[in-house]
């Protein structure tokens, strides 16, 4: 047969557009002895026709599976790795880690107490109330930004009461 008339074939092969008889010629053209350049599609179709030969025996299907499976398991007891202590001595030690963290920042954030800075007790009064002062008019500042917040509260409760009258 001419090799370009099986190069065309393939080609429409491979596009999935050769019929049933064009089909037929390949699997007899690779059947023989192929040129060099030929010899992977030749091992391709080889093993379609050695494929097409072997068959499976209904009757002994069952019994050579669950033979083969039977060969598959493992032998001996199997051993779980995980044991409910570990996973619960696990646990223990995320907490503890998380714990050692935690407490590792806080100590960053407040340092230890300060020894007492102020040898005269009216200064240290004096600076004591500079320093209450200092702490109500933060308050006093967020209390005003709270009645902001109160406001917009109030106008959408009065929305979600009757939202579509304005």
């Avoid at 090799?3 to 092969?13: A, C, G, N, P, T």
């Avoid at 068959?55 to 083969?68: E, P, V």
């Avoid at 790795?81 to 714990?99: D, E, F, K, M, P």
Wanted: hydrophobic share 35%.
């Amino acid at each position: 047969m001419d090799s370009k008339h099986i190069e065309l074939l393939l080609e429409k092969y491979w596009n999935c557009e050769t019929s049933l008889e064009e089909e037929q010629q390949l699997r007899e053209f690779f059947k023989n002895e192929v040129p060099e350049s030929m010899k992977d599609v030749a091992e391709v179709f080889r093993y379609f026709h050695a494929q097409q030969k072997q068959q499976l025996s209904i009757h002994n299907f069952d019994s050579a599976i669950t033979k083969k499976i039977q060969q598959d398991k493992p032998k001996g007891k199997v051993v779980q790795l995980i044991t409910n202590y570990s996973r619960i001595a696990a646990g223990i030690l995320v907490v503890v880690a998380a714990t050692y963290f935690v407490r590792q920042e806080v100590r960053k954030a407040y340092p230890p107490e300060i020894a007492d800075t102020y040898s005269d007790p009216k200064l240290a009064l004096e600076e004591t109330k500079k320093a209450f002062l200092m702490i109500s008019n933060g308050f006093n500042r967020a209390q005003k930004e709270a009645g902001k917040i109160k406001v917009f509260n109030e106008a959408e409760e009065k929305f979600r009461a009757n939202p579509w009258k304005k």
